[in-house]
C-alpha cells in the first residue's frame, strides 16, 4: 500500500469539504484559530510517520484528552470503574443534561463531557489533588506520545472555565446524585485543564500506536495496558468516540476513532498503525467536518478497517 500516494490524494480531494463547517466558539479562545488549517499524519509500527498539511501545528486535543484518562482510570480502577460510568453510545449530544437526569447521574460512557468529568473525579481520588492529578495526565500523555515537550494551553483552559457554565451543571447534577466524590470546582478545573492539551497530529498519531498494538509500544516496546484493556478502549472508541454521530463514524470510517471539539480525530487501525487528523470546522455534531471526511477516505482507498 502506498500511503504516501494515497495521502497527496486525500489532500486534493478534501479541498470542497475545507470550507464547510463552523469552527467551535463556545469555548471564545478556540474560535481564534485559524479555520482553514488541515494536516493528517499516519504512524507505522517501526516509528515512520507520513504527513500532509500542518502536521507540525499544535492545536487544542479537548476531547482526545479523554482517551488518555479513561486508559489511566481503567488501568487504575479496572472494572470497577463501571459502578460510575457506562459503556453504551449515548445518542445524544456531548454536553446534554437530559439522559443524566432520568438515569440518575451514571453517565452513559466515559466519552461524553459528563462521563469523561466522572474519569477526572477519579483520578483525582487517587492522586489527591488537582496539580498532582494533570501532572499524571500529562506524564502519561508525554509517555505514550514519547515526547517530554507536550503541554497546555492555559489561555484555552481559562476561556473555558470562564464560560464553563454547563459542565459546571453536569457536574454539579452528578454531585447531587452521590456521583462525584472531590470537590465540584476542583473536578472540572482538572477537566478543562488536561482538555487544553496542546499537540499536532504527528505527536498524536504517535500517541495512539500503544492503543493500535494492544496497549504495549511498538516501537519502545513498553507495554502500557492490557491487552483486555486496550480492547476495551478500543470498543469505547468505535461505539462512543464521536458522540450521537458515532453510528455515522463506524458507518463511514469503519475504525475506532475520537473526536475533539479542536478538531482534532484520531483513529486506530487494530495491528497496522494509527492516525491522526486536524480540521477545525466542525459538522453539527460537534466533529471535524474535513477530518471525517479525510478518514472516509482513507479507509476507501486503502481498504482499511475493523470490518
Ligand atoms: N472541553 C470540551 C467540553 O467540555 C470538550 C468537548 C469536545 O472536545 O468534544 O465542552
Redesign the pocket.
Same mark, same amino acid.
Given at each position: 500500500m502506498d500511503i504516501e500516494k494515497i495521502l497527496q490524494e486525500i489532500q486534493e480531494e478534501i479541498k470542497p469539504f475545507m470550507s464547510q463547517g463552523k469552527v467551535?466558539d =463556545?469555548?471564545p479562545a478556540l474560535a481564534k484559530v485559524d479555520p482553514d488549517q488541515f494536516a493528517m499524519s499516519v504512524t507505522l509500527f517501526d516509528g515512520t510517520t507520513h504527513s500532509i498539511g500542518c502536521s507540525d501545528t499544535k492545536f487544542s486535543?479537548?476531547?482526545?484528552?479523554?482517551v488518555f484518562t479513561f486508559t489511566k482510570s481503567l488501568n487504575i480502577y479496572s472494572k470497577e470503574l463501571y459502578k460510575r460510568v457506562g459503556k453504551e453510545p449515548s445518542g445524544n449530544p456531548? $454536553?446534554s443534561l437530559v439522559q443524566l437526569e432520568y438515569e440518575r447521574g451514571i453517565p452513559r460512557n466515559p466519552f461524553i %463531557?459528563a462521563g469523561?468529568i466522572v474519569i477526572t473525579d477519579t483520578l483525582l481520588s487517587h492522586y489527591k489533588n488537582v496539580n498532582d492529578t494533570f501532572e499524571k495526565v500529562m506524564d502519561f500523555i508525554k509517555a505514550v506520545a514519547g515526547d517530554r515537550a507536550i503541554t497546555h494551553d492555559q489561555e484555552v483552559c481559562d476561556s473555558?472555565y470562564a464560560h464553563?457554565y454547563? %459542565?459546571l451543571a453536569l457536574a454539579n447534577l452528578m454531585k447531587s446524585f452521590g456521583n462525584l466524590d472531590n470537590d465540584v470546582e476542583d473536578v472540572v478545573k482538572t =477537566?478543562?485543564k488536561h482538555? *487544553?492539551v496542546t499537540m499536532s497530529t504527528k505527536e498524536l498519531s504517535r500517541a495512539m500506536l500503544f492503543l493500535a498494538n494492544h496497549g504495549t509500544d511498538p516501537i519502545s516496546n513498553h507495554r502500557f495496558i492490557t491487552d483486555n484493556q486496550a480492547k476495551r478502549v478500543n470498543a469505547m472508541m468505535l461505539t462512543c468516540g464521536h =458522540?450521537d454521530a458515532s453510528g455515522e463514524f463506524a458507518f463511514h470510517v469503519g475504525l475506532p476513532g475520537k *473526536? #475533539?471539539? #479542536?478538531g482534532g480525530i484520531v483513529a486506530v487501525v487494530p495491528k497496522q498503525m494509527s492516525i491522526a487528523v486536524f480540521s477545525p470546522r466542525l459538522n453539527s455534531w460537534? $466533529?471535524s467536518l474535513a477530518g471525517t471526511q479525510a478518514l472516509e477516505l482513507f479507509s476507501q482507498k486503502s481498504g482499511l478497517s475493523v470490518f
Amino acid at each position: 500500500m502506498d500511503i504516501e500516494k494515497i495521502l497527496q490524494e486525500i489532500q486534493e480531494e478534501i479541498k470542497p469539504f475545507m470550507s464547510q463547517g463552523k469552527v467551535a466558539d =463556545y469555548i471564545p479562545a478556540l474560535a481564534k484559530v485559524d479555520p482553514d488549517q488541515f494536516a493528517m499524519s499516519v504512524t507505522l509500527f517501526d516509528g515512520t510517520t507520513h504527513s500532509i498539511g500542518c502536521s507540525d501545528t499544535k492545536f487544542s486535543i479537548q476531547s482526545i484528552s479523554k482517551v488518555f484518562t479513561f486508559t489511566k482510570s481503567l488501568n487504575i480502577y479496572s472494572k470497577e470503574l463501571y459502578k460510575r460510568v457506562g459503556k453504551e453510545p449515548s445518542g445524544n449530544p456531548f $454536553n446534554s443534561l437530559v439522559q443524566l437526569e432520568y438515569e440518575r447521574g451514571i453517565p452513559r460512557n466515559p466519552f461524553i %463531557n459528563a462521563g469523561a468529568i466522572v474519569i477526572t473525579d477519579t483520578l483525582l481520588s487517587h492522586y489527591k489533588n488537582v496539580n498532582d492529578t494533570f501532572e499524571k495526565v500529562m506524564d502519561f500523555i508525554k509517555a505514550v506520545a514519547g515526547d517530554r515537550a507536550i503541554t497546555h494551553d492555559q489561555e484555552v483552559c481559562d476561556s473555558e472555565y470562564a464560560h464553563g457554565y454547563r %459542565n459546571l451543571a453536569l457536574a454539579n447534577l452528578m454531585k447531587s446524585f452521590g456521583n462525584l466524590d472531590n470537590d465540584v470546582e476542583d473536578v472540572v478545573k482538572t =477537566y478543562f485543564k488536561h482538555c *487544553s492539551v496542546t499537540m499536532s497530529t504527528k505527536e498524536l498519531s504517535r500517541a495512539m500506536l500503544f492503543l493500535a498494538n494492544h496497549g504495549t509500544d511498538p516501537i519502545s516496546n513498553h507495554r502500557f495496558i492490557t491487552d483486555n484493556q486496550a480492547k476495551r478502549v478500543n470498543a469505547m472508541m468505535l461505539t462512543c468516540g464521536h =458522540y450521537d454521530a458515532s453510528g455515522e463514524f463506524a458507518f463511514h470510517v469503519g475504525l475506532p476513532g475520537k *473526536s #475533539g471539539v #479542536g478538531g482534532g480525530i484520531v483513529a486506530v487501525v487494530p495491528k497496522q498503525m494509527s492516525i491522526a487528523v486536524f480540521s477545525p470546522r466542525l459538522n453539527s455534531w460537534g $466533529n471535524s467536518l474535513a477530518g471525517t471526511q479525510a478518514l472516509e477516505l482513507f479507509s476507501q482507498k486503502s481498504g482499511l478497517s475493523v470490518f
